[in-house]
């Protein structure tokens, strides 16, 4: 007998169920009702942030999510970028920056959540909204609309992107990070525009979703009529009026705007951290249970990722973490402590849905009760002006204007949306701390340069006897598109005459017989732009060279993948008034550079003879370009470049590029506010800053991306510019520092259910960011302290406790120091005081 087939038997049916009950552990159920999304039988109430991997290099990942796990995040939301993962139909890229698996699982590592918004539109202020620019090129195909075309390429991607996560046992019933998907991106917005197809190319979509069995939920945000089982989200400032459109879904939040993007030519947004606050808790208030910070971490537009048109390469978007990966305080940890004080009420928020009272004018509280005695309460005052005190199950309780108060247990303030207390950093961004920065000149290295000459430049020019549009030509393969042509000039005919030329967008530089004769850019809002310009002709012929930029391609609005772009009409106009269009005449076309043809922003190319040395380069030059090598700055953070001495261009630094650069274009001098108000509803040109100041003058340079030793910085400059001005920075540590007062709000991390509060004064608190420690304690008044972060001096009532404070921070990656005079002393009785602490953090 052989008595191997029944061991062999049994060790299969151990092993399956080992399998299986190892499956089952991992394996979580995701469904939801009106109240909350549950998962695994249970309603959660989830704090989720954006995060888009191709903003971030691979290596920072893990640090930005675990940043957002910090911050008191659950979900990681991203968009799936189509147009990247199949640059060619058929043909798909998922390595480095666009490694979505690797993404996804580096999430899962860090314990939190993901919400893969598959799309595959993504609009993002991401180029052509995510769609590829071959799906263009179909035959009788029309974006986002009952096309048959378009839905089987749709279909396509979709099935292609679930089947991967399936693959890697990503999604949430296999064990895997994802709880939620999203098909189509604010369909709503545009709908109007498709007609009855539109509202036919809905349901298609959401059928085709269902479909594709994740397992699941799906989602449309900002769809109205999203069919079930799609759950309806929000997306906007403020969402706390928003009802899905079924009473069987949960009231969802997938974009809430941190800021806002920057755009080349206009103000820096901003938004007060008391609004989003705000926000936040009015949504909360009134029955929310998913909400989604659009941006948790922004990032960089490298490369031509950037929308349009004219989205700057930054999209820092005031985010809670910043562009380089640094938080930015107090928004960061102001969000933490009302993250914090929401999920103290979790509990609560699950049991029940909310009971309102009305406080009086502006005022109310929403109640939620685990029992008749058990509840705990958000106390609103959304008057936008005023004050007030209120008073609520007997107590009275002081509500400052445009500002929610929570209390986990109806009795206890742990949280007030506009009471910051959390630490601040000096300046508005990671690099305007001066003395944490190290600045490295370029102005002393070896340049060379080659120089391009205006016009047609290789033998794959074409002729066409019209002017054509430049997206449906150039294929998005280069930013640059020559129009040239030849003008005759008869004897008896003016040489002086006027040149009008009008564009779809996005810039253009124009060249009469080779020498620069005008500049002509359109906006954000507007691409397109007239150029009238007096120019002078010689007899017989002259060259017309017209270089058309684009400077991202449109991603929003209806039927926004035929937008064009490009030279429309060009006419000359003599000293009589007469006309002459050329538009009609024949014109020779060259697609790109001769630079980006020969490949001058390559590595392999730093030593071709093509390039020009000196001891001095040429400067204010359009049309050049630059090279020169560095040494990267010692330190393990991401360098910045600045790029304020030039004109507009491109910028790559070892063969990878870093983005569009445009220093040059000025925001309007007016529009901005110096003491921005956070009360009152908030929109993207309320608290501008930096009118009058380009969008950005530094570009980011992932620390990932450069070496020891000698590292290549290749420019194309289109306008003009200083290259020796260029400068390459890096942080060495931060300056931050806290005010806080005797009255002001307990640590809401002090509390605890059904305990109370540990602690009963507040708390000045200082953290650096991981691998700095703090280093010296520059300021510290105990009183009636003066001024601003950074700024802080001495008031009348003083008492002189620095050296207390550096006793129990030097040293320290974070320190505490309560806030009340039993700790401090009295300096000046029967007044409130408070501490401000100034301090530095390097390694």
Not at 194 to 204: F, N, Q, R, S, T
Request: proline share 5%.
């Amino acid at each position: 007998m052989d008595t191997k087939k029944p061991l062999s038997l049994a060790l299969v049916l151990v092993l399956v169920f080992v399998s299986y009950c190892f499956e089952s552990v991992l394996s979580t159920t995701v469904t939801y009702d009106h109240r909350a999304l549950v998962i695994d039988g249970k309603r959660r109430v989830l704090q989720s942030g954006s995060i888009h991997y191709p903003r971030s290099t691979p290596e920072v990942w893990p640090e930005l999510i675990r940043k957002s796990k910090e911050g008191g995040l659950d979900v990681i939301e991203t968009y799936v970028f189509w147009n990247y993962h199949e640059p060619v139909r058929g043909q798909y890229y998922f390595e480095g920056r666009f490694d979505l698996v690797k993404f996804v699982k580096a999430v899962q590592e860090a314990g939190l959540l993901v919400h893969l918004r598959i799309g595959p539109y993504a609009c993002a202020e991401w180029n052509y909204g995510g769609f590829p620019l071959w799906l263009h090129f179909i035959p009788g195909i029309q974006f986002r609309t009952t096309n048959d075309m378009f839905k089987r390429e749709m279909l396509r991607f979709l099935t292609k992107i679930v089947g991967l996560m399936k693959e890697e046992n990503l999604f949430a019933s296999q064990g895997g990070p994802i709880i939620l998907a999203q098909v189509e991106n604010e369909y709503e917005l545009v709908e109007w525009a498709y007609g009855i197809a539109g509202e036919l190319y809905v349901k298609w979509a959401a059928e085709t979703a269902i479909s594709l069995n994740t397992t699941v939920p799906w989602v449309m945000c900002r769809q109205e009529d999203a069919p079930d089982p799609i759950i309806n989200t929000c997306n906007g400032f403020y969402c706390d009026r928003f009802t899905p459109n079924s009473p069987s879904k949960p009231k969802m939040w997938t974009e809430n705007y941190s800021g806002w993007f920057k755009s080349f030519g206009y103000p820096i947004p901003h938004r007060p951290v008391e609004d989003l606050a705000f926000a936040i808790a009015r949504f909360f208030e009134t029955g929310g249970a998913f909400h989604n910070y659009y941006m948790y971490f922004g990032g960089t537009n490298f490369g031509r990722t950037a929308g349009g048109p004219l989205v700057a390469t930054s999209y820092d978007y005031d985010a809670p973490i910043d562009e380089y990966g640094f938080i930015r305080q107090p928004k960061w940890g102001h969000l933490r402590d009302l993250h914090l004080a929401i999920k103290h009420c979790e509990e609560y928020l699950i049991s029940s849905d909310p009971t309102h009272q009305q406080l009086g004018h502006n005022l109310e509280a929403h109640i939620y009760y685990k029992s008749s005695n058990d509840c705990a309460a958000f106390l609103a005052n959304y008057d936008s002006n005023l004050d007030a005190n209120v008073t609520f199950n007997g107590n009275l309780y002081f509500l400052p204007a445009w500002s929610v108060s929570i209390l986990p247990d109806c009795k206890n303030v742990i949280f007030n949306t506009a009471k910051v207390v959390s630490q601040r950093n000096f300046g508005d961004n990671s690099f305007a701390q001066t003395t944490t920065v190290n600045q490295f000149s370029l102005s002393a290295s070896s340049w060379s340069w080659y120089n391009e000459e205006p016009g047609v430049w290789g033998n794959n020019s074409f002729t066409e006897s019209r002017l054509l549009e430049q997206i449906s030509t150039t294929k998005d393969t280069s930013d640059y598109l020559w129009y040239t042509t030849s003008i005759n000039i008869m004897p008896d005919q003016s040489k002086e005459v006027f040149l009008l030329i009008e564009s779809l967008g996005h810039a253009a530089l124009i060249f009469v017989n080779k020498r620069l004769v005008a500049f002509g850019y359109g906006n954000h809002d507007d691409a397109s732009f007239l150029i009238s310009e007096k120019i002078s002709l010689v007899e017989g012929n002259n060259t017309l060279d017209m270089l058309s930029m684009m400077v991202g391609l449109q991603n929003f609005g209806p039927w926004f993948d035929v937008q064009g772009a490009g030279i429309f009409s060009v006419v000359l106009v003599d000293p009589w008034n007469r006309k002459n269009d050329v538009s009609s005449g024949e014109w020779t076309y060259q697609v790109g550079l001769e630079g980006e043809y020969l490949g001058l922003d390559k590595v392999s190319l730093a030593n071709s003879s093509l390039w020009k040395k000196g001891s001095i380069p040429p400067v204010n030059k359009t049309l050049i370009w630059y090279k020169v090598t560095f040494l990267a700055p010692e330190g393990k953070g991401p360098l910045a470049l600045n790029l304020t001495s030039m004109g507009k261009g491109q910028a790559w630094v070892n063969g990878q590029s870093i983005g569009r650069y445009w220093p040059a274009y000025l925001s309007p001098s007016e529009g901005c506010t110096k003491n921005c108000d956070y009360r009152g509803e908030y929109d993207s040109t309320k608290c501008q800053q930096n009118c009058g100041q380009p969008a950005q003058t530094l570009y980011h340079i992932p620390r990932s991306w450069v070496h020891p030793g000698e590292n290549l910085l290749v420019l194309h400059e289109e306008l003009g510019g200083d290259p020796t001005k260029i400068s390459v920075l890096t942080r060495t540590g931060q300056e931050i520092c806290s005010l806080v007062s005797e009255k002001d709000p307990l640590p809401a991390d002090s509390w605890k259910p059904n305990l109370g509060f540990m602690s009963q004064t507040p708390e000045a608190r200082l953290t650096c960011e991981k691998g700095w420690r703090i280093a010296s304690i520059n300021f510290a008044s105990f009183g009636s302290p003066q001024g601003n972060c950074g700024e802080f001096r001495r008031g009348i009532c003083h008492a002189d406790i620095i050296s207390m404070v550096q006793k129990a921070c030097i040293g320290q990656e974070q320190c505490s120091i309560p806030v009340s005079t039993a700790n401090l002393g009295d300096p000046c009785p029967g007044i409130l005081k408070s501490l401000a602490i100034e301090a530095l953090c390097s390694d």
